[in-house]
DNA sequence: TCTGGGGTCCTAGGACCC
DNA sequence: TCTGGGGTCCTAGGACCC
């Protein structure tokens, strides 16, 4: 059996731990730049504030009920989600737990006895809360998209659940099965579910019953087969393995107002590209192709809907893969000034590396020569001071110093669990 | 006025090779 | 004039996730 452990709005949750006169009021955290809802409690929710939307849509909802409202705070919710997921461990087992994003985690119980499943999930939840003061909802099932389901209904009735919900017999299966719309399934985006409600598909029981060969031609191929299989209570998607590196690493932003230099654009690459080495290094690879992008601020009519832009990019590969940030920095600002043209204004850029090998496995070729001792020494301890103070203390010149372009942040709460100075106070 | 920032996996199709 | 079959590697693009 496997469990899903996730936090209930969890950059919501982390404010409250900090302020528990929000308890039981309404909160919503805001996305970079104050743009949109990307957290909301069900308080938030049943005044009708939308999740993911944008926030000035919202804006009268939240000032006439008194909505709190905070900027988000990454910081922060990286250090709290970093003690949620060490209690995780340290319950089950370091080796039983794939942290699966920030704010949720599969569990492998294959150690715990079926009779004990459900007091395992209530004594995971109660812990969390505990040590942590985040709030947990819990789905345990044969399989991950199981588990989803039902982590799914534990949230969905909190009252009714205590927020914990173990699918393990047929019967229990069968009827959250019926119960849970294909829309809702974890691996069915909007596309795959207005297809599937046109084939009169429409409970997650309905698509269970379908074939693979089937599955294989109208979802996706292997991951619609999968899919099908671990709805059946087959396991069909591993537990990861914690230490799986990321194969691609990428730092992108929009700005708090368009800009139209490049000097600006330059220190905005710069910083994203120094944010992408220090990921890059953490997981000791190198990467041999680095991207940059900047995407042009539309002239958009007003009758116009909201829609993805569209934007420009350039890479260049690498002589040698290297993750050391100013060998990084110099081709990184070379695309970003081919893709510049004088009189564009532009609202968001970014920086991907690709091409990522393991340190280890670099070797010079005739051309360049290996990255000195002293180099690596340096990254190390600008990674050392950086990540202790969990922001940017160290900075390389190029990023500058201005920061016209940097995002607004009207509503930050202060970095309670990482700043001494901004540390709460009791009296 | 104002719409996030990361990632993953899969497939199709083109370039190239023998 | 005629123009195979099989393989690999790479990229772009679509779909999904939180």
């Known amino acids: 059996m496997i469990a899903i452990v996730d936090c209930n709005s969890f950059y919501c949750s982390c404010e409250r731990v900090f302020y528990p006169a929000l308890a039981n009021r309404p909160v919503v955290v805001l996305s970079n730049n104050d743009g949109c809802i990307i957290s909301r409690t069900d308080e938030a929710k049943a005044l009708g504030v939308g999740m993911a939307a944008p926030f ?3 804006r009268e909802i939240i000032e ?6 905070f900027s988000s ?3 922060f919710y990286g250090d709290m989600s970093w003690r949620v997921m060490e209690t995780l461990r340290s319950l089950a087992g370091v080796h039983n737990v794939e942290v699966y994003s920030v704010d949720e985690a599969f569990i492998d119980l294959h150690e715990i006895e079926p009779e004990n499943l459900h007091a395992f999930a209530k004594k995971l939840k109660s812990t969390v809360e505990q040590w942590t003061g985040v709030k947990v909802s819990v789905g345990v099932a044969p399989s991950k998209v199981l588990a989803k389901v039902a982590n799914h209904l534990a949230k ?3 009252r009714q659940t205590d927020c914990v919900v173990v699918l393990d ?3 229990k299966l069968l009827e959250a099965l019926h119960k849970t719309p294909v829309k809702d399934l974890w691996g069915v985006g909007r596309q795959y579910a207005v297809k599937l409600n046109s084939m009169n598909i429409i409970t997650a029981y309905d698509l269970s019953t379908m074939n693979e060969t089937w599955a294989s031609k109208f979802l996706g191929g292997i991951t619609g087969v999968r899919l099908i299989r671990e709805l059946k209570g087959i396991p069909a998607i591993d537990l990861l393995d914690e230490l799986t590196t990321k194969k691609m690493i990428a730092t992108t932003r929009m700005f708090g107002s368009p800009v139209n230099n490049l000097i600006d654009i330059k220190e905005a690459v710069a910083t994203y590209t ?6 890059l290094r953490r997981q000791h690879s190198v990467a041999k192709t680095i991207s940059v992008f900047v995407v042009p601020k539309e ?14 990019s350039n890479y260049r590969n690498l002589p040698i893969a290297t993750s ?4 990084l920095i110099k081709p990184a600002l070379q695309l970003a000034e081919s893709l510049f043209e004088e009189g564009n204004s532009y609202q968001k850029a970014g920086v991907t590396l690709s091409g990522l090998y393991p340190e280890s496995s670099v070797q010079s070729n005739m051309f360049t020569t290996a990255p000195s001792k002293s180099m690596n020494a340096l990254m190390d301890m600008l990674d050392n001071v950086n990540f202790s103070m969990r922001d940017d203390v160290i900075k390389f010149a190029a990023s500058g110093t201005t920061k016209n372009w940097k995002m607004r942040q009207e509503y930050r709460s202060p970095r309670h669990t990482t700043r001494w100075e901004e540390l709460r106070e009791v009296r």
């Open 56 to 58: 000035f849509q919202n």
């Open 64 to 69: 006439q009920n008194n909505v709190t409202v």
């Open 73 to 75: 705070n990454y910081n």
């Open 169 to 171: 017999t047929d019967e």
């Open 274 to 279: 120094a944010r992408a080495a220090e990921k």
């Open 156 to 158: 969905k009735d909190k």
């Open 324 to 327: 050391i940030t100013n060998e």
């Open 299 to 312: 002239k958009r009519g007003s009758g116009e809907g909201y829609r993805r832009e569209s934007s420009l």
